[in-house]
């Protein structure tokens, strides 16, 4: 590779169904297992060749993105990025096409609520032009699919298939040897108006290549995670904590607290006379008091006493008190008797 791997991450929607955490922060910075979920998604590209020189592309939308440039520059501080703005959600492609000064060379994409365990290492000596991540599901027709031939070549992206003979799902993961095809492809898509219910969609960008004989091939994913919606957000949350992002040997500050692993408590956070677990995630500053939680996900600074919370959501600096059941809440939130 002579110029840089770019990793690109298009983040610019506006995450409607997270709200109504996502009506005061990006879906990006949405807690999640220890973390925000663009920490994990940073994570995900870690075993990508020359890692630590990569050059990251953020397609940010035109509300909020100065919250994504200071979380990168608080906790990334050596990371190259670079920031492209999308002011109108016309599509995938128009996403790329906003960011196509910095597109050059080798690229990785994956959207921002996409989260798959994939060793990238690959891309060091891979041959064919484009490679799709895909993932065998029970029925494709939710999904957009990759059309193979007998030799494994890719011959087509198909968009929600009315039929279950592909089950490829594409998981919203690709490979460019060169991003300048792609936005040589999206230049033509645009020009002839490709596009379905006013969106310009990546398939159809990659379709063009693929007619114009670009080699495609598919590389298959075992783990694919969803951060786009709430349910799968929490499922997401369980999944991870139950694989590595549990850190109860860590957890010695908790003051009569009974603990159910799988749990991320945060350092910073105080828990007094409660009982948390299993699959609850708790942010820095957070202080929980004589309550129970379990499956929940906790953002930083809320306060939390008297109560038991189940499958719940809540956003940073909210405070609950004397409550019962299953709460989503989005940030600075009042919830008392």
């Known amino acids: 590779m002579n110029n840089p791997l770019k990793i690109v991450i298009p983040m610019a929607g506006f995450a409607t169904r997270l709200r109504p955490l996502t009506w005061s922060k990006p879906k990006p910075l949405i807690p999640l297992a220890g973390g925000v979920v663009l920490d994990h998604v940073m994570d995900m590209f870690r075993s990508a060749p020359n890692f630590d020189k990569a050059e990251f592309v953020f397609i940010l939308g035109p509300t909020m993105g100065d919250q994504i440039r200071d979380y990168m520059a608080m906790h990334y501080p050596g990371r190259h990025v670079n920031y492209a703005v999308q002011q109108e959600m016309i599509g995938q492609s128009d996403a790329f096409w906003q960011a196509r000064k910095f597109l050059h060379g080798p690229m ?136 590595g992002r549990d850190n109860i040997d860590k957890l010695t500050h908790l003051k009569d607290t009974a603990i159910i692993p799988p749990v991320n408590i945060h350092p910073d956070a105080k828990v007094i006379t409660s009982t948390l677990g299993p699959h609850v995630s708790i942010g820095a500053g957070s ?39 299953q709460f989503i809440l989005g940030d600075n939130a009042q919830v008392t008797k």
């Open 287 to 325: 202080v929980v008091q004589d309550s129970k939680l379990n499956n929940a996900i906790i953002g930083q600074g809320t306060h939390i006493k008297e109560c038991k919370l189940n499958s719940s959501l809540v956003g940073d600096n909210v405070i609950i008190k004397g409550q019962t059941g």
């Open 108 to 243: 990785l994409m994956a959207f921002a609520d996409t989260l798959i365990e994939k060793d990238f290492t690959f891309v060091k000596d891979e041959k064919k032009d484009i490679v799709a991540v895909v993932k065998p599901v029970p029925d494709p027709r939710r999904f957009g699919v990759a059309e193979v031939d007998v030799s494994g070549a890719v011959t087509k992206l198909i968009e929600k298939p009315q039929d279950m003979s592909n089950n490829l799902a594409l998981v919203g993961c690709y490979y460019f040897k060169e991003a300048e095809d792609l936005i040589a492809a999206i230049e033509e898509q645009m020009n002839k108006n490709i596009s379905l219910k006013g969106e310009f969609y990546l398939v159809d960008a990659v379709n063009i290549l693929l007619n114009r004989g670009f080699q495609m091939r598919t590389e298959r994913v075992d783990v694919w995670l969803d951060a786009g919606t709430i349910d799968a957000l929490m499922e997401t949350n369980r999944y991870m904590l139950e694989h």
